[in-house]
């Protein structure tokens, strides 16, 4: 019992030694600059701000929810770069909460606590560019319906927001369709074991959200 109390001491110390890494890195984070990606987003968002429309006044490929997040943030935060980095900070939060609850949900609490861990470290790995992307903000959307999904009992309601919640993905960047698409399908499946035939609020959020990525397909 001694080896095992001890074992589970130093994990306890390592995982608040990560822990404080990683918050001393998202303080660095702030001071990132963009990239030109962020500095081409952000330039559409001035064009919003400023009475403009995104893909006639001002061009670039991502979804218009995108455009719309660049101006939202310009505005809160005012006009510089550390405010999309905080941003991302609270999108990176929200994702290693779901990761955590959706680890925990399958393996444990012991897992749920490392997978932030891992996750966090991983980002922290990225660059300037590869971080505060939108691909990766959809796929936090992604991650936090599945973790509500596989989490909630007896919640029609919620699951039934929950299964549009691809259709804001596929707005937010179009590549994250076919990605989102079987995430959907999880509402039909995760409704406190209830059959498919049996969830109609689920299987009608699944085909409402799939509305948004049909006819950017199209």
Same mark, same amino acid.
């Given at each position: 019992?001694?080896?095992i109390q001890?074992g589970?001491a130093i994990e =306890?110390?390592? +995982?608040?030694i990560?822990l404080?890494?990683?918050a001393? +890195?998202?303080?660095?984070?702030?001071?990132?600059?963009?990239s030109? @990606?962020?500095g081409?987003?952000?330039?559409? !968002?001035d064009?919003i701000?400023? $009475? !403009?429309?995104?893909?006639?006044? #001002?061009?670039d490929?991502?979804?218009p929810?995108v455009?719309?997040?660049? #101006?939202l943030?310009? =505005?809160?935060?005012?006009?510089?770069e550390w405010?999309?980095?905080l941003? @991302?900070?609270?999108?990176?939060?929200? $994702?290693a909460?779901?990761?955590s609850?959706?680890?925990?949900?399958?393996? $444990?609490?012991?897992s749920?606590?490392?997978t932030?861990?891992?996750?966090?470290l991983?980002?922290?790995?990225?660059?300037h560019?590869s971080?505060?992307?939108? @691909?990766?903000? #959809?796929?936090v959307?992604?991650?936090?319906?599945v #973790?509500?999904?596989v989490?909630?009992e007896h919640?029609?309601s919620?699951?039934?927001?929950?299964?549009?919640?691809g259709g804001a993905?596929s707005i937010?960047?179009?590549?994250?369709?076919?990605?989102?698409?079987?995430?959907?399908?999880?509402?039909?499946?995760?409704n406190?074991?209830?059959?498919?035939s049996?969830?109609g609020?689920?299987v009608?959020s699944?085909?409402?959200?799939s509305v948004?990525?049909?006819s950017?397909?199209k």
């Open positions: 019992m001694a080896w001890t589970g =306890t110390v390592a +995982w608040l990560c404080i890494l990683i001393i +890195w998202a303080i660095g984070y702030l001071w990132w600059p963009f030109n @990606d962020q081409n987003l952000a330039w559409v !968002g064009v701000r400023a $009475g !403009g429309m995104p893909y006639r006044d #001002a061009w490929v991502k979804g929810a455009h719309l997040l660049f #101006a943030i310009s =505005t809160t935060f005012g006009h510089n405010g999309l980095r941003f @991302d900070l609270i999108l990176v939060g929200v $994702g909460w779901s990761l609850r959706i680890a925990a949900h399958y393996a $444990g609490p012991r749920g606590r490392w932030v861990v891992i996750y966090l991983w980002y922290a790995s990225l660059d560019h971080t505060a992307q939108p @691909d990766a903000w #959809a796929g959307m992604l991650c936090a319906a #973790a509500l999904m989490t909630s919640r029609p919620l699951l039934s927001g929950l299964g549009r919640s993905t937010t960047s179009p590549p994250m369709i076919p990605i989102s698409r079987p995430s959907r399908l999880i509402s039909v499946t995760t406190s074991g209830s059959s498919p049996g969830s609020v689920p009608a699944a085909h409402a959200s948004p990525s049909m950017l397909e």
